[in-house]
């Protein structure tokens, strides 16, 4: 039986309540210490993103961000677009565990003249339930997002594979993944009702939960010395279903890029 978006949310919400109260009762259990210096991690710097102005765009937007890559004691983190969150497990072959993610995707009028009529989808805030496991150089991962601030932006779910390679100061990571959107995300972002039909132009199109993406990934990292780091990655993905099929998508192959050059404190 397919979920629906409450039970989702209810499910998202309990996740991150749960992984709270883990680390709560590991903290009552555990003797007191006081915080040290070495159980922080920290490394921030600017960074620049490129993303299709919005799902399906032909053009893309620039904008600014602070990358970081913040632990603390190898269970609580915060990095980049996942802004806090906490492991279950964390260690060289299994990280999960849960975190609230910032989306920044959106979808205004003024994005497109095309877009007049089909209403305003503003950027949002997801609840993340991930896994990920690593055997050698390949590292297979999942993880579901679900937006919680009711911005009709459904439940995105993710399966990537890749593989890394060390050379020097440098790593090298190269995978492919699917993306998987329920039905509010795909009525929201390729979806066409009868008044938006109607105010927009744009023929009737019905959408269902499904296949959203087939993506390659490509992620490179270089330790410049001991204090800082510059990375980059590149995403291709290839809309399908209804999301390739939809009035509304101009470009079916859609890039998002990341760089930046991280400082690390601690």
């Known amino acids: 039986m397919p979920l629906s978006l409450r039970a989702v949310s209810r499910f998202a919400f309990v996740l ?133 601030l009711g911005n009709r932006q459904g439940l995105i779910a993710n399966a990537d594979v890749y593989a890394s390679a060390p050379v020097g100061r440098w790593l090298f990571s190269l995978g492919t993944g699917v993306s998987w959107t329920n039905g509010q995300y795909m009525r929201t972002f390729f979806g066409v009702d009868d008044g938006q039909s109607a105010r927009s132009g744009l023929p009737v199109f019905s959408t269902h939960a499904g296949l959203r993406d087939v993506h390659l990934n490509a992620i490179v990292t270089c330790k410049l010395d001991d204090r800082w780091t510059a990375n980059g990655s590149v995403t291709v993905a290839r809309l399908r279903g209804d999301a390739a099929d939809s009035p509304i998508t101009q470009r079916r192959q859609q890039t998002t890029a990341m760089a930046s050059l991280t400082y690390r404190f601690r």
Request: net charge negative; glycine share 6%.
């Open 16 to 148: 991150i309540l749960a992984l709270g109260a883990s680390s709560t009762a590991q903290a009552q259990t555990a003797p007191p210490a006081s915080a040290d210096a070495s159980d922080w991690s920290i490394a921030i710097g600017p960074a620049v993103y490129v993303s299709p102005k919005y799902p399906g765009a032909k053009s893309s937007f620039v904008f600014p961000w602070i990358d970081q890559e913040i632990e603390y004691k190898h269970r609580f983190f915060s990095k980049g677009m996942d802004f806090a969150g906490i492991y279950l497990a964390n260690d060289d072959t299994w990280q999960v565990g849960g975190n609230f993610q910032f989306d920044p995707t959106w979808r205004h009028a003024h994005d497109d003249a095309r877009l007049n009529g089909l209403g305003i989808v503003n950027a949002t805030v997801r609840a993340k339930a991930f896994a990920q496991y690593t055997v050698s150089f390949l590292t297979l991962s999942t993880d579901a997002e679900q937006d919680i």
